[in-house]
T-cell receptor, first 114, second 115 residues
Framework: DTGVSQNPRHKITKRGQNVTFRCDPI?????LYWYRQTLGQGPEFLTY????????KSRLLSDRFSAERPKGSFSTLEIQRTEQGDSAMYLC????????????FGPGTRLTVL | QKEVEQDPGPLSVPEGAIVSLNCTYS??????FMWYRQYSRKGPELLMY????GNKEDGRFTAQVDKSSKYISLFIRDSQPSDSATYLC???????????????FGQGTILTVHP
């Protein structure tokens, strides 16, 4: 399968714990995006990378959230000191150079904070 | 107030019906307008996009944009049970400034087409 992959698919954690998610974009896609989707809502933009550079970060991304994309390949999203309000589906998407409208989404990581 | 408003439905139609899905928006900087489809437990996938005002047709799907009214629509002709999904409108600014990689989504409309 050559689509966007995300791991883990599900994560259950206790409040206050740290969690890290991984996203592997489609090969040769130099743009990578993170979104968060809560039940009954559309995805909300979190951050965006072009190669290894983080070009934009939403105000939704508090200091507890950090994302990296070392070497411009896979990306990780870390949430420190998780809160119940962090429970959501975390979606990763990628697109090739010059393409912004068609973002190819992965299946998401569902986070539940108890 | 959200930048993009979309009626969440749910919408239930019989097979073969014409479906109309709509979004309104408040940010006049949006220039690209997209419709994504999301099946249960899957990520969204792009159906089609349009630039600025006008119509675009792709098979059974037609997208319309009216920038003067800040209103976009997606029409599905001859709807099929396989069209049952959540339909998300999305928008973004033109390139050249900040936020051009960011998509702003509507809430999504849940559509069920029954045989």
């Amino acid at each position: 399968d050559t689509g966007v992959s995300q791991n883990p698919r599900h994560k259950i954690t206790k409040r206050g714990q740290n969690v890290t998610f991984r996203c592997d974009p489609i090969s040769e896609h130099n743009r990578l995006y993170w979104y968060r989707q809560t039940l009954g809502q559309g995805p909300e933009f979190l951050t965006y990378f072009q190669n290894e550079a983080q070009l934009e970060k939403s105000r939704l991304l508090s200091d507890r959230f950090s994302a990296e994309r070392p070497k411009g390949s896979f990306s990780t999203l870390e949430i420190q000191r998780t809160e119940q309000g962090d429970s959501a589906m975390y979606l990763c998407a990628s697109s090739p150079y010059g393409v912004y409208n068609e973002q190819f989404f992965g299946p998401g990581t569902r986070l539940t904070v108890l | 107030q959200k930048e993009v408003e979309q009626d969440p439905g749910p919408l239930s139609v019989p097979e073969g019906a014409i479906v109309s899905l709509n979004c309104t928006y408040s940010n006049s900087a949006f220039q690209y307008f997209m419709w994504y489809r999301q099946y249960s437990r899957k990520g969204p996938e792009l159906l089609m996009y349009t630039y600025s005002s006008g119509n675009k047709e792709d098979g059974r799907f037609t997208a319309q944009v009216d920038k003067s009214s800040k209103y976009i629509s997606l029409f599905i002709r001859d709807s099929q049970p396989s069209d049952s999904a959540t339909y998300l409108c999305a928008m973004r600014r033109n390139a050249g400034g900040t936020s051009y990689g960011k998509l702003t989504f509507g809430q999504g409309t849940i559509l069920t087409v029954h045989p």
